[in-house]
């Protein structure tokens, strides 16, 4: 699973037709808060293209979310859930999935 969409990056610099790919995801206790959280990293590249060809992500973008750890019948997908939050980090944006 990725998306696709255009990207403005901590630099200014605007990418438009963006590939973004979370690949990393992982469960985090956070003593402070006494809660579990999801640490998820978003990789950006250029275009699918660059990322067929195994080229190097443009940006890395770290996020954090609250995470729901019960067993309930509507979970899902670990990775669909860090998607749907970065769609909340950047609601401007006009992703796809692909």
Known sequence: MAIIGTVKLEN???IEDA???VIKAD???VEQYREWYM???VAVYANKLARRQKKEPVAY???MMKVNLSRGDDKKNIIET???NYYGHK???NFKDI
Do not use: I
């Open 27 to 29: 469960l985090r206790y």
């Open 39 to 41: 640490a998820y990293t």
């Open 12 to 14: 200014g610099l605007e």
């Open 61 to 63: 973008e770290n996020y």
């Open 91 to 93: 609601p401007e944006n």
């Open 82 to 84: 860090c998607y749907e």
């Open 19 to 21: 590939y973004l790919k």
